[in-house]
Structure formats: C-alpha cells, structure tokens
C-alpha cells in the first residue's frame, strides 16, 4: 500500500511562492499518475494539476494556469507542485494524490495524501 505525504504548505502574503512536495512511501509511484487537488472550507475538491507516470504529459485547472508547475522526480518517488503569484483565493488544503490514468476528477485517484494547508493573505 503506498502512503503518500503532503508537505510546504504554509502561510504567504499574495504574489509569493511556495513549492510543495509529494512522497511517497511504500509502492513506487514510478507507474502512475500523480494529481494535486485542493479544498477550500465550504467547497467541493478542486482538480489543480495532474501529471503522466512519465512525466511528459501534464494538465492544469483553469484557475491556476501559467502560475503553477507540476513535475516529479521518479528517482526520489516525489512530485512537486510549484506555486507561483499566488492569490488569497488559492488558500485550501491541498492533497496529492496516485491515479492510473491521467485525469481531473478525483474519481481517477486511488490513494491521497492527508493534505497539507496553504494559506494566502492579502
């Protein structure tokens, strides 16, 4: 059984950056694709970005769109979410998560993180 762990999350003032990180312990995550989602107190979960097993397809949500990156390192089983110009409205907690295919429902994962909380003040 894989366990994925969220960590980077924190608080920063709108415009910053902050750069969070998916381990993975257990399975390799070397065969799947890895998403990261978000929630915000009151919402449903938003699909942020996803990315292929190998790394060379990638998808993103329309609200985070040339801000955000999302890239792994299958080496170290991790897969980063690079978050950049953020906005008080990216505050949630965001949660990784291991999927067999490439997709933007939650549906498609089978494992998640616990999350971690980014909080962006204006």
């Known amino acids: 059984q894989v366990r994925l762990v969220e960590s980077g999350g924190g608080l920063v003032q709108a415009g910053g950056s902050l750069r969070l990180s998916c381990a993975a312990s257990g399975r390799t995550l070397s065969r799947y694709a890895v998403g990261w989602f978000r929630q915000a107190p009151g919402k449903e979960r938003e699909f942020v970005a996803t990315i292929s097993w190998s790394g060379d397809l990638t998808d993103y949500g329309d609200s985070v769109k040339g801000r955000f990156t999302i890239s792994r390192d299958n080496a170290k089983v991790t897969v980063y979410l690079q978050m950049n110009s953020l906005k008080p409205e990216d505050t949630a907690v965001y949660y990784c998560?291991?999927?067999?295919?490439?997709?933007?429902?939650?549906?498609?994962?089978?494992?998640w993180g616990q999350g971690t909380q980014v909080t962006v003040s204006s």
């Open positions: 998560a291991r999927g067999r295919v490439l997709g933007t429902s939650p549906n498609y994962y089978d494992s």
